[in-house]
């Protein structure tokens, strides 16, 4: 894997996960690649999302911190040593008219988003 001009990584987050990212303000942008596949999306923003392939379109679904029944947030540990907000869909997704054949479309795209 390369690196994105402009974006940190790509950082192991476990085996077989690689993660880019970006920060635009306090708005963080992130591509994971999850086995050789990879999707994209935003936290920090007012409407987080994610993009993903489904099918052969590419799909953008809204996000929100998850939590548990009890109201509190949801974390992951990663490598031991980093704790990772977790997000989940709210919405069934939409699809979006954006030609992604690359992490560097994707990069692109979410860029693009927050020009």
């Given at each position: 894997?390369k690196p994105?001009?402009?974006?940190?990584?790509?950082?192991?987050?476990?085996?077989?996960?690689?993660?880019?990212?970006?920060?635009?303000?306090?708005?963080?942008?992130?591509?994971?690649?999850?086995?050789?596949?990879?999707?994209?999306?935003?936290?920090?923003?007012?409407?987080?999302?994610?993009?993903?392939?489904?099918?052969?379109?590419?799909?953008?679904?809204?996000?929100?911190?998850?939590?548990?029944?009890?109201?509190?947030?949801?974390?992951?540990?990663?490598?031991?040593?980093?704790?990772?907000?977790?997000?989940?869909?709210?919405?069934?997704?939409?699809?979006?008219?954006?030609?992604?054949?690359?992490?560097?479309?994707?990069?692109?795209?979410?860029?693009?988003?927050?020009?």
């Amino acid at each position: 894997m390369k690196p994105l001009t402009g974006w940190d990584g790509p950082d192991c987050i476990t085996e077989g996960v690689y993660r880019y990212s970006k920060c635009i303000s306090w708005i963080r942008l992130y591509i994971d690649v999850v086995h050789g596949v990879f999707y994209g999306g935003t936290c920090g923003a007012s409407q987080n999302f994610e993009v993903e392939r489904e099918g052969d379109r590419w799909m953008r679904f809204e996000t929100d911190l998850a939590t548990t029944p009890a109201g509190e947030l949801v974390m992951r540990l990663r490598g031991y040593s980093t704790w990772d907000v977790v997000y989940e869909r709210i919405s069934k997704g939409t699809p979006i008219e954006e030609t992604v054949e690359s992490i560097e479309d994707m990069a692109a795209f979410l860029e693009r988003c927050f020009a």
